[in-house]
């Protein structure tokens, strides 16, 4: 079946600082992409939609400036977390559509990111 | 922003029963509802699939039923293992050039050996 694959799978970084996590689909091409958020025990929450070669779709109370997505690629997609701080800490997943018609969707593994 | 204190709901069964796992969904416009299956420290896995013009879909020892009046969706698990422990979301997508995917608030399935 179809991969996504995330990496990095976890990081630890200090406040202020920027994370870049990447998102690829390893046998198919994907002109879209999501990021999802999850907190612990809680479920996931879309943060925005990623297409190639647009701007990212974002939802109501995402700061697009803070979560900087760039879709480069038909099988990468970037999540940026710019001066991340310690509410920033949490599960971020990737999930990307195959094309065509009744496409299927497939989730990355997740990253799990601490800031210090 | 993020509900403070929010806790799974949690289910706990006997290896050898039967689970239901339950879920309101809000959108009657959503094309398909999905149930995944999340591990601990993983990315979601995807269960069971069921469209909207259905009221049941059976796979391997997995039911879901979806009863639109009500906008209510259930998983039923058949002979319940301890691998079957994790949480468990169901999900509304919608398609038609506009892909959107609405995870619910998910159950914990423990399973007592």
């Known amino acids: 079946g179809a991969v996504v694959s995330q990496h990095p799978s976890r990081v630890i970084c200090k406040s202020g600082t920027s994370v870049k996590i990447e998102c690829r689909s390893l046998?198919?091409?994907?002109?879209?992409m999501f990021w999802y958020r999850q907190f612990p025990k809680q479920s996931l929450m879309l943060m925005a939609t990623?297409?190639?070669?647009?701007?990212?779709?974002?939802e109501q109370g995402v700061e697009k400036d803070k979560f900087l997505i760039n879709h480069a690629s038909l099988t990468l997609s970037t999540l940026t977390v710019t001066s991340a701080h310690p509410e920033d800490s949490s599960f971020y997943i990737c999930?990307?559509?195959?094309?065509?018609?009744?496409?299927?969707?497939?989730f990355g593994e997740g990253s799990r990111l601490t800031v210090l | 922003g993020e509900s403070v204190g929010l806790h799974l709901p949690t289910l706990s069964v006997q290896e050898g029963d039967n689970s239901i796992i339950n879920c309101a969904y809000s959108n009657s416009a959503s094309d398909y509802f999905i149930w995944y299956k999340q591990e601990s420290g993983k990315g979601p896995q995807f269960i069971i699939d069921i469209r909207s013009n259905m009221d049941k879909r059976q796979g391997q020892r997995v039911t879901v039923l979806l009863n639109k009046t009500v906008k209510h969706l259930s998983l039923q698990i058949a002979a319940t293992q301890p691998g079957d422990s994790a949480v468990y979301f169901c999900?509304?997508?919608?398609?038609?050039?506009?892909?959107?995917?609405?995870f619910g608030k998910g159950t914990k399935l423990s399973v007592i050996p």
């Open positions: 999900a509304e997508f919608r398609g038609a050039g506009s892909y959107q995917l609405t």
């Open positions: 990623s297409n190639e070669g647009s701007k990212a779709t974002y």
């Open positions: 046998d198919f091409q994907a002109t879209t």
């Open positions: 999930s990307a559509i195959t094309g065509g018609a009744g496409g299927e969707l497939f």
